[in-house]
């Protein structure tokens, strides 16, 4: 019987390892293509909000609830439309620098704060004069003691350098439900990396992947008879389109008004 030249038989390997590699990237199966990373510096302008107790950042359009109890702290703020993106940039972190103003806290280089909230358009009032966050203008609007970090709070409105950077969380994702066993309404919060979701779907041990909706915020909806099964969800990644799978998320007996977390399933 003829061998197979050697070179042939490498080839074969090669493809095979490729076939295996594709596979593992269309299930989605923990498949990363890059680690999120720090972007450029860009200018913008930040104010604050609320008082030193942040009291009047709880909540917010992102829907993240208690901002303390569920890991955000107070060094957040609200972004304007321009960044805000309809919600898809809940739960991304950004480096804010004082610059250009005698305001600015020379021993602080920067602050990292977290997006839980929009601050919506004044339109009553000019972009340059009271209107800060109305488009196109990129503005933050910051927790009291996020902004007392970087600045004198007597300043009002300072201008500032800001860039992207990577969220850096303790544990896995968490996953907040609302709603009942046939509309399941989800809050994801704690994500690492880019800190954003662009797609999310949900799995029971009776059904196969279901894609959930974006409803606002940080929420993702999915009309469903999901009552009685164990959940799984699959989500990509917005800017990083990482995609990655947290198994068994809630038991069968689930329930509304829990969060649920996955140790260990974040993104990069």
């Not at 839980?116 to 800060?132: E, Q, R």
């Not at 196109?136 to 201008?159: E, Q, T, Y």
């Not at 350098?161 to 968490?174: E, F, I």
Request: one cysteine or more; proline letters at 6%; a positive charge.
């Amino acid at each position: 019987m003829a061998s197979v030249p050697e070179s042939l038989t490498f080839s074969f390997l090669i493809l095979a390892v490729c076939i295996l590699a594709m596979a593992d990237k269309s299930n989605g199966a923990g498949y990363a293509p890059a680690v999120f990373k720090p972007t450029q510096w860009n200018k913008a302008f930040a104010t604050f909000y609320g008082d030193e107790s942040a009291s009047e950042t709880m909540g917010g359009a992102c829907g993240y609830g208690n901002l303390v109890q569920n890991g955000y702290g107070t060094d957040t703020a609200a972004l304007s439309s321009t960044l805000f993106h309809d919600g898809y940039a809940c739960g991304t972190c950004y480096q804010i620098m004082c610059y250009n103003t005698p305001h600015c806290f020379k021993t602080v280089p920067f602050t990292t704060i977290t997006a839980t909230n929009l601050c919506p358009p004044n339109y009553a009032k000019a972009s340059n004069a009271g209107g800060w966050c109305n488009p196109p203008r990129v503005h933050f609007d910051m927790s009291k003691p996020a902004f007392m970090k970087i600045a004198d709070w007597k300043a009002g409105i300072i201008p500032v350098m800001y860039r992207r950077v990577p969220c850096k969380t303790a544990g896995g994702l968490r996953f907040a439900f609302q709603g009942n066993s046939y509309w399941l309404l989800v809050y994801v919060m704690n994500v690492a990396g880019g800190g954003d979701i662009a797609n999310m779907w949900v799995k029971g041990s009776k059904t196969g992947w279901i894609q959930m909706s974006h409803n606002w915020g940080a929420s993702y909806q999915a009309f469903a008879n999901l009552g009685g099964q164990p959940l799984s969800f699959k989500l990509v990644s917005y800017t990083s389109k990482e995609t990655i799978i947290a198994y068994n998320v809630a038991p069968s007996n689930w329930r509304v008004g829990v969060t649920y977390q996955s140790p260990n399933v974040n993104f990069h």
